[in-house]
């Protein structure tokens, strides 16, 4: 199966938003751990009722103080890199092969084998296969005829995915 389709600066906005929420739910439940371990080994004595309160407070606030770091340093790199995707945007072509997708675009070609794919996800607008080295292939819904096709070029390819994870 072979699909074309134009990716924009958009769809890989796109793509690391989804990274970014993927991420930000297992970012929560580190710093919960973090809280509840402060929270646990923090100094005790037998505390009144408001000092209790304003231990709750001040690990409410380590949370968001670290969670604004957090965003302050994506930001950062966000605007060190300049969101710039020039070289990746613009014409593409996947195509299922046997034991490969292959990718094509006006850098060249590239192969990558089913093994070395975790997964695909997918959002409203787009598809993307994940690999095991943290990269991914976005394929937007957009280069799909129709829901049939998507579903197919789905289907297809998450059974290419699970028939080589077991080899």
Avoid: C
Wanted: aromatic share 14%; proline share 2%.
């Amino acid at each position: 199966m072979k699909i074309e389709v134009d990716l924009n600066q958009g769809d890989y906005t796109k793509y690391h938003r989804f990274l970014f929420f993927k991420h930000r739910r297992t970012f929560f439940y580190y710093i919960f751990i973090l809280g509840a371990f402060i929270f646990l080994i923090w100094p005790r004595e037998e505390s009144s009722f408001s000092r209790k309160i304003l231990e709750v407070i001040i690990w409410i606030l380590i949370v968001l103080v670290v969670f604004g770091a957090y965003l302050l340093i994506s930001r950062i790199f966000r605007k060190i890199t300049k969101n710039e995707y020039h070289p990746v945007v613009g014409k593409h072509t996947f195509e299922l092969g046997v034991d490969t997708i292959i990718e094509e675009n006006a850098i060249g070609i590239t192969q990558a084998k089913y093994s070395s794919m975790k997964h695909v996800a997918q959002t409203k607008e787009h598809i993307f296969v994940m690999m095991t080295n943290g990269s991914a292939y976005i394929i937007p819904k957009r280069a799909f005829q129709n829901k049939v096709q998507e579903a197919e070029f789905i289907t297809l390819l998450k059974q290419k995915i699970e028939t080589n994870k077991s080899l």
